[in-house]
């Protein structure tokens, strides 16, 4: 999956680790895919759609900061500054 970040394969990368996700038991593995798929989103200016992820990957760990960051930031781009804050 890393490979094709990478390589440009972006959509191939969210696959794999959406793949990867879904087989993996390790719930610090679980986040580092999710986060992995929302940083590449993050890049394609796919807001949006990370907002899924964000919310999976909170539920695994509602405490980790890489996820509430990209919570906050996709709160504050939404207009919910309240919500940002408390991210």
């Excluded at 440009?8 to 696959?15: H, T």
């Excluded at 796919?46 to 900061?65: E, S, T, V």
């Amino acid at each position: 999956a890393r490979l094709y970040s990478i390589k440009g394969g972006n959509e191939s990368a969210i696959k794999a680790f959406e793949n990867a996700y879904t087989l993996e038991k390790d719930n610090a593995k679980k986040i580092e895919y999710k986060t992995n798929i929302i940083k590449i989103l993050n890049k394609q200016g796919k807001f949006l759609d990370a907002g899924q992820h964000i919310k999976d990957a909170l539920i695994i760990d509602p405490n980790n900061l890489t996820v509430l960051f990209y919570d906050a930031r996709l709160a504050n781009m939404n207009g919910k500054y309240e919500q940002a804050k408390q991210s």
